[in-house]
């Protein structure tokens, strides 16, 4: 938890009459500004604060293409060899979000699988969003509270099928 922020927070909304969601509204913003100053564009990132604890979250969703040839935008598209990295995120103690909407299933799958692998193997957990969102943490971060409750369907981080 952030009790820095979180009273930085509290004397605002009480000292200037400023909302909290307001404050916290303002602060994605400039997360999201500051992303677009360093990147050149910020539409695929998300960003979203806790409003109990002041833990941050800030991600860029991208679509995975076959090929390192056929990405066209890379602040937008990952190559399935890039996707790859995905274990080195997860051993670096980094959360991914994969969407896979769109993607051809055979590839879809294999980036599952591979995931999948990858996160059993670390000891993390690989969390079902939607049809094909998938929350990917490594063990040291827990979904806990009403964000597991909101994700719902959690799956086993076996491995799915031959791969990888």
Same mark, same amino acid.
């Given at each position: 938890?952030?009790?820095?922020?979180?009273?930085?927070?509290?004397?605002?909304?009480?000292?200037?009459?400023?909302?909290?969601?307001?404050?916290?509204?303002?602060?994605?913003?400039?997360?999201? &500004?500051?992303?677009?100053?360093?990147?050149?564009?910020?539409?695929?990132?998300?960003?979203?604060?806790?409003?109990?604890?002041?833990?941050?979250?800030?991600?860029?969703?991208?679509?995975?293409?076959?090929?390192?040839?056929?990405?066209?935008?890379?602040?937008?598209?990952?190559?399935?060899?890039?996707?790859?990295?995905?274990?080195?995120?997860?051993?670096?103690?980094? &959360?991914?979000?994969?969407?896979?909407?769109?993607?051809?299933?055979?590839?879809?799958?294999?980036?599952?699988?591979? &995931?999948?692998?990858? &996160?059993?193997?670390?000891?993390?957990?690989?969390?079902?969003?939607?049809?094909?969102?998938?929350?990917?943490?490594?063990?040291?971060?827990?979904?806990?509270?009403?964000?597991?409750?909101?994700?719902?369907?959690?799956?086993?981080?076996?491995?799915?099928?031959?791969?990888?």
């Amino acid at each position: 938890m952030n009790k820095e922020l979180m009273e930085a927070l509290d004397i605002l909304e009480r000292e200037k009459e400023i909302s909290k969601e307001t404050l916290f509204e303002a602060i994605e913003n400039s997360l999201l &500004t500051a992303c677009k100053n360093h990147f050149g564009k910020a539409d695929n990132v998300r960003v979203e604060i806790d409003r109990e604890t002041c833990d941050f979250l800030v991600y860029a969703e991208k679509e995975v293409v076959p090929t390192e040839e056929e990405v066209e935008d890379n602040c937008l598209q990952i190559s399935l060899e890039d996707a790859r990295e995905i274990s080195e995120t997860l051993l670096s103690g980094r &959360t991914v979000i994969l969407n896979l909407e769109g993607l051809d299933l055979e590839i879809a799958q294999r980036i599952i699988d591979f &995931t999948s692998g990858s &996160t059993f193997a670390i000891d993390g957990n690989l969390q079902k969003i939607s049809n094909y969102i998938f929350l990917v943490t490594p063990t040291n971060v827990d979904i806990s509270g009403d964000l597991q409750n909101l994700l719902g369907t959690s799956i086993d981080a076996s491995p799915i099928g031959g791969g990888y």
